[in-house]
């Protein structure tokens, strides 16, 4: 069975969860740590917010965030391997499963979109 984008969002927050308690306990980078955390967590936030929307133009705007705090997230998934907080391995792993839930938000907007101009 496929995971809902919702599901692999908030599996990627809970590993990001994960890594930045030891970014936050061992290389005390609490300003970096934060940022990705509330990220990462937005996503999956947003998504469930977006299933209760009463228009689709309200789903639109909570499906908005998630595709920013997804490019976030991302970015500051990148920050981690410059700053040798993870490994090349970790980096393309978060970096692929963001990139995959990132397209399927584009995907989901743009299916809506179209949707709501027939």
């Not at 133009?57 to 965030?65: A, D, E």
Request: proline residues 0%.
């Amino acid at each position: 069975m496929k995971k809902s984008v919702y599901k692999k969002s908030e599996e990627l927050a809970l590993e990001i969860m994960a890594i930045t308690k030891d970014i936050r306990n061992v290389k005390k980078d609490y300003y970096m740590a934060d940022q990705i955390f509330r990220s990462s967590t937005s996503v999956a936030a947003n998504l469930r917010e977006a299933k209760f929307s009463n228009t689709d133009k309200m789903y639109l705007h909570k499906l908005s965030i998630s595709i920013r705090e997804a490019d976030e997230t991302n970015y500051w998934i990148s920050v981690m391997k410059f700053k040798d907080y993870i490994t090349q391995e970790v980096h393309d792993e978060l970096s692929n499963k963001s990139r995959e839930i990132l397209n399927e938000l584009y995907a989901l907007s743009r299916f809506v979109k179209n949707k709501a101009n027939k």
